[in-house]
C-alpha cells in the first residue's frame, strides 16, 4: 500500500512540474528553451511513478516487517532546512559557496559516508552543475549580494 501512495504522490508531483515547466516561456531563435530540464526531470518522475504504479499492481501482499521502514522525520526537517539555507545563501553568496558547502552535507544524508567522496564532491558539485548550467544551457548565475566567489574566481 505504501509503494501504491508513493507512486501517486510522485505521478502528482510530476504532473505539477509539466505544467510548470510549460508554463516557462519559448526560447528566442538560437537559445536553448529554459524549461528543458525541469520538463525532463518531470517526465523521468513521471515514468518512475508509473513503474511504481505497475509494480505495485502485480506484487503480492508485503511480508510482515518488509513495509516498516520509514524515514526518521528529522531527516526530513533538516533536508527542509537545508535546502531554505541553502536558497537563502545563494542569494546572499552567489551559487559557488553554497553549493560546495551543501553539497558534503546533503550526500552525507544520504549515506555518503567516504570522507574522500565528501571531499571531492566540495569541488565537483559546484563545477558540473555550473558546466551544466551556466556554460551548456546559457542561463546566468545568480550572483550574491554580499560576497561572490565567482567574482574572484574569473579575476
Known amino acids: 500500500m505504501r509503494a501504491y501512495s508513493e507512486g501517486l504522490v510522485l505521478a502528482v508531483v510530476a504532473l505539477v512540474g509539466l505544467w510548470g515547466a510549460w508554463q516557462v516561456p519559448a526560447a528566442s531563435t538560437g537559445d536553448t528553451w529554459a524549461g528543458i530540464v525541469p520538463f525532463s526531470a518531470s ?15 502485480f506484487a503480492g501482499a508485503p511480508k510482515p516487517g518488509e513495509d516498516d521502514k520509514q524515514p526518521f522525520p528529522g531527516d526530513v ?3 527542509f532546512v537545508i535546502a531554505l539555507l541553502y536558497q537563502q545563501s545563494i542569494r546572499w553568496f552567489g551559487y559557488v559557496l553554497p553549493t560546495a558547502l551543501a553539497a558534503p552535507i546533503v550526500l ?16 565537483l558539485c559546484p563545477l558540473i ?26 579575476g
Not at 552525507?108 to 569541488?123: D, K, P, T
Open 108 to 123: 552525507f544524508l544520504f549515506g555518503i559516508r567516504s570522507r574522500v567522496g565528501l571531499a571531492v564532491s566540495v569541488i
Open 43 to 57: 517526465l523521468a518522475l513521471l515514468g518512475l511513478a508509473s513503474f511504481m504504479l505497475g509494480s505495485t499492481a
Open 129 to 154: 552543475f555550473h558546466i551544466l548550467f551556466f556554460e551548456l544551457l546559457g542561463v546566468c548565475p545568480p550572483y550574491g549580494e554580499v560576497f561572490d566567489l565567482l567574482d574572484w574566481i574569473k
Open 77 to 79: 526537517i533538516g533536508l
